[in-house]
């Protein structure tokens, strides 16, 4: 908040643009913002379409006032924080267009409030790109706080027909390959206008450096040509011919693949690739991606292009490219138009394989290529059988799939002797040929005579469904047990519709297990629906089309026929109440995926079963599941048997293989998708290993785009800092940096949790290794090329690089560096251009000496926005004097060079935690009466320290005060009105005399090491004690009788306390007291009175040469008793009482 810069006026509820304004008594606030990315030329609206709308509030209560005021709309730059400027900043960092160059805002700027708020004008857009802010100011002079919207990218408009230097540039940087023929720059910018290809744009995940988070760009409602960066991919054009036909089904007889050759002085030829209508936009995009190259962060339009190099020797096939991106089909029904009169027999068949939740393919067509499908079903008549006959019936014997041949108006002992099929020529051929004809009349198939068609068709599709069983059951690896425990929770033969949840991390095999239910039980339900990717398909189609598909699946009819009609609720209930159906949806991210027929899923029948996928286990609340099956890893030994070497890693020896397996899977967490990575990488374990041990950036594909699909912002940056930052750290401190920072932290947790994202076990954070390495890739990727320009920085190399270079930027938020294994010099603006920085930390997880990081010629300048600063061994004798804290909220800086922080007082008001133990040199501390929030002081070692600040006497918040070892400390300032105090410890002060002032709440009290002769009989006042240390207290020579009241102390060390002689009763009030150390003491006996403590569990003798005797009623008492060092002789009368005691130590 900025109300501490400006005063409201209470008294002023409104204001017109002609009164004169208080000084910085209202604000203005953008009540929306333009999207992450928007265009130029193109209307500036807001994400959700909304004019972009303008408020003035009072600063104090941030109540709307009433106002006529005109507005100026301006541009700033992106680096301008949101919140926290002064008017200077504001006008510091509005954009003005460079000389000659139109204004980078057309249209009209000015906004007229109306009831204190007023909207943007449609016709404002851009003209230039860059990031970018808006910025709202009033016209007039006055003390009006001006406004900045969220920062966002303008890029040039889609489709447009000028491209700048810096356009050029940038396409550069992406790929293109620019031409250093003559002209070549003209032939580039033609052959880029010709790359323009009409479509809409997907909604994939984008990386955005400047927000630091993952968002999904919004989808253009318009449709305008796009044009993506080329890539160079090295192949020759025959190669590449191949590789799509085999890939995309595509061949070179259909004018689908446009090969257009440029002329003959460029180096580049374009290809531009449609997508064939019945290949999903998923499988064509991830074709796209393997032929380019380009990363899946990366945006890929449904009609895209690649660049071919012309005259490349490299072979395609070096690019790792795979048929799985294919859409392989359950069913492909094979005929040609016109050689079957009954053409309703195929649209019924097709329909009842549909109903039952199988994929099929209509070939109507003759093609050469055989379909990937697992069951081919072929009608053979007496004018037509396949002209690939031969490469069906032979692919079928190596492949997993099974034909089944239908007979329509002819015998298969006809079919072998018909002549009227063309027979090859060539005598081997015509073998061949008859030898095919003969294999398929001998595979089961179907001959149709006047049978019932519905009998036919129920027959075909029951084979179909057992044979798609079978095939599934073969691909499960080690999910058998987990398939039965669901099976059990369907109860499949209960008449209730049950619903059931399958929840997990993504990657877990959630859809492989739902996807074997299905197809082991659908033959039992009359309407089967399998919604795949329901996420991706929502964010592909709309909540809408996603809601025709399934219910034109339900009531089986076409989509066109519930998008035109209007159907009614209570006759879509008794539609559907008659259905027994089954109905998986797959990948629920988010209950709004589901939102619009959540309520149909109530509606159907008895015995219906509804499964739901997904890695947000809040889904399962809202959707209302009567049970959530959480999907557990892999165990070892199926992890060890999914985990192929492969052909990359045949020169490992068995011993190197075990152990790189073993590590292998340890990093995968027995999750299937990364085991698969794993397998399949060409890269050597050996060097995927060094990469997992310095817990790098690792691209998981799948893994990758999905593991941050559906958070919100807060999430997404919580989930990156801790990938990053936080792992396996305390779960409140974590929590407390980020809620400084802005963040929603246990809020952020618990979503993260329920997503599958983040564990949360014994108070500490943590996330599996590979969501760790994915949420680091996700940071390398906002700037592979320039780390200085990434929201993070974590590689002791990269972040050297980086510093030596100068080239961090005001994109950097986060910093920790490892300064075990560098050694360099610094400059001492090494933070200049780091301004957004929040959390900076530089440590040794190995100390070595002479190493780090040295400011020869200091430090000028750090962050105000710092959050966290702890740097281990800091060089220098003070921080910058310019350095503002008052944002900090941790200060660590143990065994340090400084000898005081700073001159002067800081504001210190968000400060909770400040360490500066063993900083040798330092002599004396800051006034910490502003830090009042203030609940950790750590000065442990600090041996140059002669006094402590009053000011820590109005810390109310202080939990913690460590003084450890301050040798030099004579005296402590009273502590008694620290109400917070919890901790005290003051062991090793061994110039303290006198026994200080101490909270009456404090619970653990450490005195050992000081010169304190004497326990005062007010520490009965100390009624929460739990633990008393007087260890080593040389000159303490009496205890009170009022320490027996300590009702609640548990652990009392007395040990090296030498001129102890005596101790006082035992009152019954200390039921707590459990362990008692008189090691080293002078006591020569024990009151009878031990007796009383009940909870005692052990008492120390060690070394107690003058201890005579014990009471006899202590051998009553069930402790451990440990005697070291001690006259035996002494106790030569006790050894036959031992007995009673549950552990003895004697030497």
Request: net charge neutral.
């Amino acid at each position: 908040m900025r109300q501490r810069r400006y005063t409201a006026d209470e008294n002023a509820p409104s204001s017109t643009g002609e009164e004169m304004l208080q000084p910085r008594a209202w604000k203005l606030r953008f009540v929306n913002s333009p999207p992450p990315m928007i265009f130029t030329f193109s209307r500036i609206k807001a994400e959700d379409g909304s004019p972009i709308a303008i408020e003035l509030l009072d600063a104090a209560t941030n109540a709307r006032v009433t106002s006529d005021l005109r507005l100026e709309i301006v541009v700033l730059n992106a680096d301008i924080p949101e919140e926290s400027f002064t008017t200077e900043e504001f006008n510091r960092n509005i954009l003005r267009p460079r000389e000659g160059k139109p204004p980078l805002l057309a249209g009209d700027l000015t906004v007229t409030l109306e009831d204190g708020i007023g909207v943007v004008s449609g016709d404002v857009t851009f003209t230039e790109n860059s990031r970018f802010r808006l910025g709202a100011k009033v016209t007039q002079q006055g003390g009006v706080v001006e406004a900045i919207s969220r920062a966002f990218v303008c890029r040039d408009r889609p489709g447009g027909e000028s491209y700048s230097d810096s356009k050029v540039h940038d396409m550069t940087k992406h790929g293109v390959k620019e031409s250093s023929s003559p002209g070549g720059g003209n032939q580039q910018q033609k052959q880029r206008r010709q790359l323009q290809i009409r479509g809409h744009r997907p909604s994939p995940l984008s990386i955005h450096k400047d927000s630091h988070m993952i968002k999904k760009p919004p989808t253009l409602t318009q449709r305008e040509p796009v044009v993506v960066s080329p890539k160079v991919v090295h192949t020759t054009l025959s190669d590449f011919r191949s590789v799509v036909h085999r890939l995309t089904g595509v061949n070179n007889s259909v004018s689908q693949l446009q090969f257009s050759a440029s002329s003959a002085s460029t180096d580049y030829e374009v290809i531009v690739i449609y997508r064939r209508g019945d290949i999903t936009n998923d499988a064509f995009v991830k074709v796209v991606q393997r032929l380019t190259g380009i990363p899946n962060s990366v945006s890929v339009p449904l009609n895209s292009y690649v660049e071919i190099e012309k005259g490349s020797s490299k072979n395609l096939q070096d690019t790792e490219l795979s048929t799985s991106a294919i859409r392989e089909y359950d069913v492909v029904i094979r005929y040609v138009r016109g050689c079957i009169s009954n053409g309703d027999f195929i649209t019924h068949l097709r329909a009842a394989l549909c109903r039952r939740g199988v994929s099929v393919r209509e070939d109507i067509d003759e093609v050469d290529t055989v379909p990937e499908c697992r069951v081919l079903i072929i009608f053979l008549s007496s004018t037509y059988v396949p002209s690939n006959l031969v490469n069906i019936v032979e692919q079928q014997r190596k492949k997993p799939r099974v034909v089944y041949p239908i007979f329509y108006g002819i015998s298969p002992s006809d079919l072998i002797s018909n002549s009227n099929y063309g027979r090859p020529s060539h005598q081997d051929e015509a073998k061949r040929w008859q030898a095919a004809l003969e294999e398929i009349t001998q595979m089961h198939g179907y001959i149709l005579t006047d049978k019932s068609e519905s009998d036919f068709i129920d027959e075909i599709v029951n084979d179909a469904l057992e044979v798609l069983r079978s095939n599934y059951k073969k691909n499960i690896i080690g999910m058998d047990t987990q398939i039965k425990e669901i099976l059990s929770l369907l109860c499949i033969e209960s008449q209730n519709v049950r619903r059931i949840g399958i929840w997990g991390a993504v990657g877990i095999g959630k859809t492989a297990i739902a996807e074997e239910i299905f197809h082991r039980i659908s033959v039992q339900y009359e309407t089967c629906v399998f919604l795949k990717d329901l996420n991706k398909e929502v964010e592909l189609k709309g909540y809408d089309a996603v809601r025709e598909e399934l219910l034109s699946k339900l009531l089986e009819v076409e989509p066109d026929v519930i998008r035109t009609s209007n159907i009614k609720m209570s006759f879509l209930r008794s539609r559907l109440q008659r259905k027994s159906a089954l109905v998986v949806l797959d990948d629920v991210n988010d209950f709004r995926d589901v939102e619009t027929f959540a309520e149909m899923l109530s509606y159907f029948g008895p015995r219906s079963r509804i499964i739901i996928t997904s890695r947000n286990r809040h889904v399962f609340v809202l959707c209302k599941t009567d049970h959530v099956y959480e999907v557990k890893p892999l165990e070892f030994p199926n992890s060890l048997h999914l985990l192929n070497p492969g052909i990359f890693q045949s020169g490992l020896s068995p011993e190197l293989y075990k152990t790189l397996s073993l590590e292998l899977v340890k990093f995968s967490n027995g999750n299937p998708q990364v085991l698969q990575f794993l397998s399949r990488s060409s890269r050597e374990w050996k060097s995927l290993s060094k990469e997992i041990q310095k817990s790098s950036a690792i691209y998981i594909p799948g893994i990758f785009e999905r593991s941050c699909c559906g958070l919100d912002e807060n999430e997404k940056c919580i989930f990156l800092d801790i990938a990053c930052f936080f792992r396996k750290m305390d779960k409140d401190d974590v929590a407390m940096l980020l809620d400084g920072c802005g963040f929603s932290a246990h809020i952020g947790f618990k979503n993260l949790v329920d997503k599958s994202l983040l564990t949360i076990s014994h108070n500490t954070v943590d996330m599996l290794w590979f969501l760790q390495a994915t949420g680091r890739e996700i940071v390398r990727q906002e700037s592979i090329d320039r780390p200085g320009d990434c929201s993070r920085l974590w590689n002791s190399e990269d972040i050297r690089d980086v510093f030596l270079d100068n080239t961090g930027t005001s994109d950097i938020e986060g910093l920790f560096l490892d300064m075990s294994q560098l050694k360099f010099d610094a400059s001492p603006n090494v933070f200049d251009k780091m301004c957004n920085l929040r959390l900076l930390k530089f440590y040794f997880s190995e100390l070595i000496e002479n190493h780090g990081m040295s400011l020869p010629q200091g430090l000028e300048y750090l962050p105000t926005k710092l959050r966290l600063l702890h740097w281990e061994h800091y060089p220098i004798s003070s921080l910058p004097q310019c350095f503002d804290p008052k944002n900090l909220i941790e200060l660590n800086m143990p065994s340090s060079c400084v000898k005081k922080l700073w001159k002067g007082k800081k504001s210190l008001e968000n400060l909770k935690k400040m360490r500066l133990s063993y900083s040798y040199q330092l002599t004396k501390l800051p006034r910490l009466t502003s830090a009042q929030n203030l609940e950790l002081l750590d000065l442990e070692g600090c041996k140059s320290l002669v006094s402590i600040s009053h000011s820590i006497c109005y810390l109310k918040k202080l939990v913690s005060l460590n003084l450890k070892d301050c040798s030099n400390l004579e005296s402590v300032p009273s502590t008694s009105d620290l109400e917070s105090l919890e901790v005290l410890n003051l062991s090793g002060c061994s110039k303290l005399e006198n026994f200080p002032e101490i909270s009456p709440n404090v619970k653990e009290l450490y005195l050992g090491g000081t010169m304190i002769r004497e326990i005062p009989s007010s520490i009965k006042n100390l009624i929460l004690l739990e633990k008393l240390d007087l260890e080593n207290s040389r000159r303490l020579v009496i205890l009170p009788m009022s320490i027996c009241k300590l009702k609640h102390l548990e652990t009392l060390n007395l040990s090296g306390c030498s001129s102890l002689e005596y101790f006082p009763d035992f009152s019954r009030k200390m039921k707590c007291l459990k362990s008692l150390d008189l090691s080293r003491t002078a006591i020569r006996e024990l009151p009878s009175s031990i007796s009383y403590l009940t909870a005692l569990e052990e008492v120390r003798f060690v070394g107690c040469k003058s201890l005579v005797r014990l009471p006899d009623n202590a051998w009553s008492l069930r402790f451990k008793v440990e005697f070291r060092q001690i006259d035996t002789e002494k106790f030569s009368k006790l050894w036959n009482r031992l007995g009673w005691l549950k552990k003895v130590h004697i030497s």
